[in-house]
């Protein structure tokens, strides 16, 4: 194992559901000698103890010496992340009906709250008073309950709303991530980088 390099990359955010976390769940290793490698990936990196919190930050020096120990002849080159969130979750295989109690409040919220958003939008900007003024623009008389224009309205709104969101049920117009999900990347990206930077200033990082 004589001067043998060992490529180390790491995820930013990991979850785990077991108390021990691995070197192969923080992130993947390359190195040209298998018996090296076999040993770095079994290595255990930490330990979540019944009262430790769910989740810790783990720098990669500290993999660095983990590996180091472990391997002495070896040379490890940082390529990923150089801090690693670490959160223990607990998966439920069975759904109970608290799951799906939640989901149905999700949706609940979710449906009567862009409603009520669309319709103080429309209160707001006077789109029936617009209505109005272009029927008697374009038909030059008052409009007599529902017309085209409003249906049309309805039916673009809800078909842009469909095109923006790239989603129909379950499936997507096009490959692209939608804006939900481009949304929901950089709200992550934003929670870890804080959750890091706190963890180093209040001296919680295992280094």
């Keep these: ?120 939008y429309h209160n707001d900007v006077g789109i029936n008073d617009i209505f109005t003024e272009i029927y008697r623009m374009v038909m030059n008389r008052e409009p007599q309950g529902l017309n085209i224009l409003e249906v049309s309205y309805s039916v673009g709104l809800a078909a842009g709303i469909i095109i923006f969101f790239n989603h129909v049920g379950g499936r997507r117009l096009t490959k692209d991530p939608t804006p939900i999900e481009v949304a929901m990347r950089n709200y992550e990206e934003d929670v870890d980088k804080a959750l890091i930077a706190t963890a180093g200033r209040e001296g919680k990082e295992q280094e």
């Design 1 to 120: 194992m004589a001067n043998t390099t060992v490529y180390l990359k790491c995820d930013r955010n990991v979850e785990v559901q077991s108390e021990d976390v691995f070197m192969t769940d923080v992130g993947s290793l390359r190195c040209a000698d298998g018996t090296a490698a076999a040993r770095l990936k079994a290595l255990k990196v930490h330990h979540f103890g019944r009262e430790d919190p769910r989740r810790c930050v783990i720098s990669t020096l500290k993999l660095v010496e983990l590996m180091e120990n472990a391997c002495p002849n070896i040379s490890v080159e940082i390529i990923g992340e150089t801090d690693v969130l670490v959160e223990m979750v607990s998966v439920d295989r069975h759904k109970g009906w608290q799951q799906w109690l939640k989901c149905a409040l999700v949706c609940l919220v979710s449906f009567f709250g862009t409603a009520f958003t669309i319709m103080a």
